[in-house]
Nanobody, 126 residues
Framework: QVQLVESGGGLVQAGGSLRLSCAAS????????MGWFRQAPGKEREFAAA????????YYADSAKGRFTISKDNAENTVYLQMNSLKPDDTAVYYC???????????????????WGQGTQVTVSS
């Protein structure tokens, strides 16, 4: 089992930036895909970005393209989400997720992922 802990959320003005971190521990060698999701009040959890632990091109939701960048540090077992040009609509709880079973596909549905962090709040003021 993989344990995930997010950090880096906070309050930022529109146009600002934040970098979220997700530290993975436990059976990290069996992790195939790492992703970031977000959930705003009253809305469903939605996909933001994902990357294969072994490398390759990341995948982004349309709302994240050009503004968010997902990256990883294999030595530190950490995945990051750099968020720039933030908008009030980006306000949500951001969750880190991991898939620890094959196949190594990047899918955007929350059900694809089998480990979740506790979430970190991001609030963007106008």
């Amino acid at each position: 089992q993989v344990q995930l802990v997010e950090s880096g959320g906070g309050l930022v003005q529109a146009g600002g930036s934040l970098r979220l971190s997700c530290a993975a521990s436990g059976r990290t060698f069996s992790t195939y895909v790492m992703g970031w999701f977000r959930q705003a009040p009253g809305k469903e959890r939605e996909f933001a970005a994902a990357i294969r632990w072994s490398g390759g091109s990341p995948y982004y939701a349309d709302s994240a393209k050009g503004r968010f960048t997902i990256s990883k540090d294999n030595a530190e077992n950490t995945v990051y989400l750099q968020m720039n040009s933030l908008k009030p609509d980006d306000t949500a709880v951001y969750y880190c997720a991991a898939r620890s079973r094959p196949p190594m596909l990047i899918l955007t549905t929350p059900e694809w992922y089998d480990a979740w962090g506790q979430g970190t709040q991001v609030t963007v003021s106008s």
